[in-house]
């Protein structure tokens, strides 16, 4: 009975420290990497612009996808919680 209510707030938890973790990852990877999509970001200007640019959507598009993979094993999880969110 507790865990079908309180799985919703557990889900959207881990979306959010999903998003924390992915951007920890990305500023270690900035601050201290030898490969990684952080260091194509700080090698950008020696390297190419296009690496840089390539580097910075690449980010973006995992941490889009692993939301977007979390959000849809929420909707496979709560199918409730879909009707107050108007969907």
Do not use: F
């Amino acid at each position: 009975m507790v865990l079908p209510g309180a799985l919703p707030t557990i889900i959207t938890g881990l979306r959010i420290g999903l998003g924390n973790a992915w951007v920890c990852v990305v500023a270690a990877e900035l601050i201290a990497a030898e490969r990684g999509r952080g260091l194509h970001l700080v090698d950008g200007p020696e390297m190419s612009r296009p690496i840089r640019d390539a580097g910075m959507i690449s980010i973006g598009v995992i941490g889009k996808l692993m939301d977007v993979g979390l959000e849809k094993m929420e909707r496979a999880l709560v199918p409730w919680r879909a009707q107050y969110q108007g969907g």
